[in-house]
């Protein structure tokens, strides 16, 4: 591992880190403005993040030190997300240290901690919000692995980096089974990412919230570590869409100026993703949460549909 | 008389004598206490000869002892050094913890206790190194006997009782199976040493006949559907020790009769064996983990959160028979090790579930997860171990369930490479089934882990629960550390599996990937590559790293407060989520799996009261027809007893004349 691979792992991890925020504020801001709101400012996110870290830290009598540890955790996994996940350059020198799998290992590490945190205090609402996190994540888990199996039967690999070569040095032809897996990979984003229709970001309603109901007992930096973490999960997924459907401009090996040139182009397609995002949040309604199987079991049938078309079409 | 074989069996007397120490002064816990002590050490000697046996060639020994002209033929090689590692590794933890554990009740005396379970011990290793039919049937049915009467400790209770009934009629219906699976093997020579075996090549669907028979007989003990119905029940019932060692250690030897006969006695394998058996483990593997999540027992949950882990193991060996029918042994090879590493893992970290749970039982004697809770402040040595091992059996990395999972994944994601496109048409549904069950199982364990020692105490005496003793605690640090460097290592350890894929298919994974003790690639790494070492470090590096950050750029201070909750005032430990809750959404998806019955109160109910009983339908599907059958069948037979001697003796004339007609 050479020392220029490693300063350009962690100038993709420092990216991350910088632009995820910034993701979270661009939707906010498509969201309000598509629903005639007046839109907040792009960096308040940052704010956010800078006035938790001031604060004290409030914590609940009976938490234990797994309730403290898990923020710290949750944000470690998701920067280790980030260095894996090829969102500037492909072969970066830890890439291979988790493939597609192991990367949904990695989100599911997150999830369980999360969940187990929630119910260390011991109130309802916490409790209640891990089930329900746990339950979408088990439903959802299986149709976002089904979209990489896919993804890996094309490219016979189930290696990230290898993976986006085969796919961004193909002719530029729709594969029907990529369709399929696009569609399926949209709706468990949104499911994983507590966004509409299985969650709502932007509300506090007790009986219908899931992801927010398991941070109620958190504030200051904790909090604002786990508000980071969940920005960097909704940009990794957004990192591993573009890479599956649109893998162009991403730089190959680790080279500091395609990295560079790499940044604006992805800039661009998260601008655009982030957008679409914004426009299927305010077009869809919550639903209920015993719907979410039917919502996740449509986007696994989708995915299983992308393998098979793959395997009978060879495309 | 230094071979290893020779040293095994030796280890297996020691382990007999050790038993028998136990019954001169049954009541001296001190003596009992000594005695588990020094049954570890043999357990550890047992691991480390394996682990030299595994790199040797096969050695024999045939003692004259048993019947006449009956010698017992003892064999080790790679495979059962294999499963001779996991016995000892696992054994010798619980018989550390074993040592604080057993105190003197109402039910069998510690003694006796020790005798059965050392006999239990010694029978599952000569299980391992038997090398004739006779020899392994003796060895089969004294380990079942063993368990039998440790799964019945505490006789006293009829519930208990009535698993044990239920454990040993199962446990026979296997032991029949596999008899005749034997029988099918020696291919009417007469001659039952599995080397005689080796040398037959069955003819017509005698192979087939004995397959199925192993995988009904051997899925008997290992609780593959549907005969899985004793593992909730004898689970629960029995000592927590003893649970660890049947769920660790004996299903494992079921694993180990299947794979000796389908690999190693067997000279085909056949594609359709494959895909049966692959239907069958899945199918087991869903449905384990979805009536785990339903349970309110702790050890009836990791029951048949053992069932699942069966039907994974299973599964990868359905697998390795596919690839191993097509002639690609490389892949077979890969999802061969998949299924032994799993059983190594699952050997871990159940057994270090099984442990915890026996250390929660002693400190709250409680076992419904509705009456626990919050433990992880009064017994924090027992909670964070037990952390580590759900994490590991939920399958998350860095840990070892992940890797054995990771490589049955792969191992699936290879066979769109097979030549008959039905089967690869069918890889998608169990891949997407094998992926459900592992996804399903984070749940489970959120929900085990979360509702014991996380939360507030749901009953009052909980307050005064204590820590697992030094003995106790020290049990689970070593498990908790094997879950650790076998997730850690995964090329190591697959190095060691090796041996036993050169001898059973005459290829290796490691030397064919590209893998290095920091990254594991089973074929190349652009193929697929995997390293939880790195993956450990980022992390562990990122958390350090922002907890400094965090707390120079800004500070560290907390306060402490009441629980916040959205600002309700009220707050009590009845208002958690219960067991039951967290089975709800489970309970709805997959109503299909249950036999419900719900009783729900109405407004005018003086006491209301919600009741809620999910059952398993085999027993009303499968078991309770068999049973009325049978009932019918012995009334009737019953019809012929009449109690007066001239009517028997009428029956003994009229079968002579029937006889004396037909044989003339």
Known sequence: ?315 | MTSPLALITAAIVAWLVIGGAGIVQPRNLRVVRLLFMLGALVAVAVAAIALVALRAEPQTIVLGLGLPDLPFHLRIDALAAFFLILLGAATAAISLFSSGYFRAGDGTAPGLVCLQYHAFVAAMALVLIADDAYLFMVAWETMALASFFLVTTDHRIAEIRRAGFIYLVIAHIGAIAILLCFGVLQGGRGDYTFGAMREVSLGGAWPSVAFFLALLGFGAKAGLLPLHVWLPEAHPAAPSPVSALMSGVMLKTAIYGLVRVTFDLLHVQIWWWGAIALAIGLTTALFGVVFAAAQTDMKRLLAYSSIENIGVIVSGIALAILFRAYDKPLLAAIALTAALYHCLNHAFFKSLLFLATGSVLHATKERSLGRLGGLIHRMPWVAWLALVGTLAIAGLPPLNGFVSEWLLLQAFLFTPTLPQSTINMLVPVAAAALVLAVALSAYVMVKFYGVIFLGRPREAHLAYAHDAGRRERAALAYLAAGCVLLGLFPASTIAAIDHVNGMLLATTVSRAGESSWLLLAPIATDRSSYSPLIVLVVIVAAVLITIQVVHRLWHGRVRRAPAWDCGFPLQTARMQDTAEGFGQPIRQVFEPFFRMERHLPTPFDAKPRYFVSATDHFWYWLYLPIVRATDAVARLAGLLQRGRIAVYLTYSFVTLLALLFLVR
């Open chain 1, 1 to 315: 591992m050479s020392v220029a691979g490693l300063l350009s792992q962690l100038l993709q991890v420092a990216v991350a880190l910088l632009l995820a925020p910034l993701l979270v504020g661009w939707v906010n801001q498509c969201r309000a403005v598509l629903s005639n709101r007046r839109p907040p400012s792009l960096l308040l996110p940052y704010r956010m993040i800078r006035k938790l870290f001031h604060k004290d830290a409030v914590i609940a009598d009976n938490a234990s030190p797994l309730f403290r540890l898990t923020p710290y955790i949750v944000f470690g996994a998701m920067c280790c997300a980030a260095a894996i996940v090829p969102s500037l350059a492909t072969e970066l020198p830890f890439a291979r240290a988790a493939d597609a799998i192991a990367l949904v290992g990695l989100f599911a590490l997150a999830r369980v901690f999360i969940a187990l945190a929630a119910m260390d205090v011991g109130t309802s609402f916490g409790s209640l919000g891990a089930r329900r996190e746990m339950f979408i994540g088990f439903l959802a888990e299986p149709a976002l692995l089904m979209v990489l199996f896919t993804a890996s039967l094309i490219s016979g690999s189930t290696s990230l980096p290898t993976i986006v070569d085969t796919l961004a040095h193909r002719e530029l032809a729709i594969y029907p089974s990529l369709a399929f897996a696009g569609v399926a990979f949209t709706m468990v984003s949104l499911a994983e990412n507590a966004r509409v229709p299985i969650d709502n970001p932007a509300t506090h309603l007790e009986l219908t919230m899931i992801h927010e109901a398991m941070l109620l007992e958190y504030s200051a930096r904790h909090l604002a570590l786990i508000e980071w973490a969940s920005a960097l999960k909704l940009f990794n997924y957004s990192c591993i869409g573009l890479a599956l459907f649109v893998p162009f401009g991403i730089a190959e090996g680790a080279n500091g100026l395609a990295m560079l040139a790499a940044a604006p182009i992805l800039v661009a397609k998260l601008a655009v993703g982030g957008g679409a995002l914004a426009l299927i949040e305010t077009l869809s309604a919550k639903l209920r949460i015993f719907r979410a199987p039917e919502f996740l079991g449509t986007a696994f049938l989708l995915a299983v549909l992308g393998m098979l078309v793959n395997l009978l079409l060879g495309s």
